[in-house]
């Protein structure tokens, strides 16, 4: 049964510290994306990958976000430093050619 | 400023009735538009989808409707059922789904047994 896994799926941190999650894509998806959910907007797009490549991270504030692909296994999005404003449900979501995404089932952040 | 906009926060019918979750979208350009479901610490799932060559797709209870002149969708859920109520999120993409998906902000159905 594939699926996205994603880690933490819950973390707790003081403001400054440093945040790294995690996404194992489906094998053979060749898309890979990072959104954020809270209540005022939504999912949000973060940043895309498509066969590792990062193609749009317009939606992550640059100066304390980052978003790579180590490999075709792993994506991290990393936040440093975290502020409380940073405090949503991230997903990772995969996807092969015909458009649907397969979600991960979320991190949840809160930042102190 | 959203490009695909869900103007209800929530909708509350009974079961067996029809549940019908609004779309608008702004831009012309989309081609592809999906509905994803969502239950609580859970990831979106995907439900139905409906490129714009077409104006409706139907799969079992679920009916999507496309309006190209008016930019608008809907999905319709008939029967309505408990187990429907979840959060409801209309996307749209360019390029038939192969570029980005653009979400709007969900709407919470709660089907009332």
């Known amino acids: 049964d594939a699926r996205v896994t994603q880690t933490p799926r819950d973390k707790v941190t003081e403001m400054g510290q440093e945040v790294t999650m995690r996404c194992q894509p489906i094998l053979g998806h060749n898309t890979v994306f990072w959104y954020r959910q809270t209540m005022m907007q939504g999912l949000e797009l973060l940043a895309y990958f498509r066969n590792r490549a990062p193609l749009d991270d317009s939606g992550m504030p640059k100066d304390r976000f980052s978003a790579e692909m180590p490999d075709a296994t792993l994506a991290t999005l990393k936040i440093q430093p975290s502020e409380p404003r940073d405090s949503a449900v991230y997903f990772c979501?995969?996807?092969?050619?015909?458009?649907?995404?397969?979600f991960g089932e979320g991190s949840r952040l809160t930042v102190l | 400023d959203q490009q695909v906009k869900q103007n209800s926060p929530s909708l509350s019918v009974q079961e067996g009735r029809i549940s019908i979750l609004n779309c608008d979208y702004t831009n012309s350009m989309f081609d592809y538009f999906l509905w994803y479901k969502k239950y609580p610490a859970e990831g979106p799932t995907f439900l139905i989808s409906?490129?714009?060559?077409?104006d409706k797709n139907e799969d079992g209870r679920f009916t999507v409707f496309l309006n190209k002149s008016a930019k608008h969708l809907s999905l319709h859920i008939v029967p309505s059922q408990p187990g429907d109520s979840a959060v409801y999120f209309c996307?749209?993409?360019?390029?038939?789904?192969?570029?980005?998906?653009?979400f709007g902000k969900g709407t919470k159905l709660t089907v009332n047994p």
């Open positions: 979501a995969s996807g092969g050619f015909d458009g649907e995404l397969f």
């Open positions: 996307a749209a993409s360019f390029q038939g789904g192969s570029e980005k998906l653009v």
């Open positions: 409906i490129s714009s060559i077409k």
